[in-house]
């Protein structure tokens, strides 16, 4: 099923060639030209995240993200023409999750978006307190790997890699989902990077890294952590 969108956004012009980029990428989208009624459409429609200009007559963007978030903990993105960075803070102490600034490019905020929901979606399923994998042993809440109870030394971008693949055994993870989802690349990026670490991951977890047992490489599509 197609994610809900809510776009709340003044200026017909961009709410609609807005409108028609998010639903080619494949979303559902609710449109208001107001902050009050953009809260009475929230209320009806449950959007799966909300998307947010500053600059609106009435109740402002940063007014309507301060009542979305005594809503619910939807993720919210906020669109401003202004360069100022003292707006776009404001916008994220509101309760913003992100911002994208005026004029945007469409693959921006879609890629955006794809992020927070990515991520809202992981946090709503939690990671296990511990995860076992073979012989090797990742404990998240401490930040510990062991294997064959020696503790392992990863570095921070090693762990929270190992943690994406192993917070869903058996998944194959693209590289771009990983650069956006452990590096936070917005879908862009040198796939290098994954390598790398991938690579660096399989010489302190495997006993043959040129045949690994534990972190697998799904040939055309990405890696994944064996079940």
């Given amino acids: 099923m197609a994610a809900r969108l809510l776009l709340i956004e003044d200026d017909d012009r961009i709410r609609e060639t807005t409108r028609l980029v998010l639903e080619d990428d494949g979303y559902e989208v609710d449109e208001a030209p107001s902050a009050e009624a953009g809260l009475v459409l929230f209320g009806q429609r449950s959007p799966a995240c909300v998307i947010v200009d500053l600059m609106l007559p009435g109740m402002n963007g940063f007014e309507c993200c ?53 991520r809202a979606s992981l946090g709503n399923s939690r990671m296990a307190s511990k995860v076992v994998i073979g012989d090797v042993v990742v404990l998240p809440e401490e930040g510990l790997v062991r294997r064959r109870g020696e503790e392992v030394s990863l570095t921070k971008t090693e762990f929270r890699l190992l943690c994406e693949l192993a917070a869903h055994p058996g998944r194959v993870h693209s590289r771009e989902v990983l650069l956006e989802s452990v590096w936070g690349y917005p879908g862009t990026g040198d796939g290098k990077v994954v390598d790398t670490h991938i690579h660096r991951l399989r010489n302190k977890l495997e006993d043959d890294p040129a045949n ?8 055309g599509l990405g890696y994944k952590v064996a079940v």
């Fill in 212 to 219: 690994p047992v534990h972190v697998v490489t799904v040939r």
């Fill in 66 to 118: 301060r009542a979305l978030r005594h809503l619910g903990d939807v993720p919210i993105i906020v669109l401003t023409a202004r360069t100022d960075s003292h707006d776009v803070v404001a916008g994220l102490e509101a309760g913003a999750d992100d911002y994208v600034t005026k004029p945007f490019h469409a693959k921006e905020l879609t890629a955006r978006i794809r992020a927070l929901l990515r």
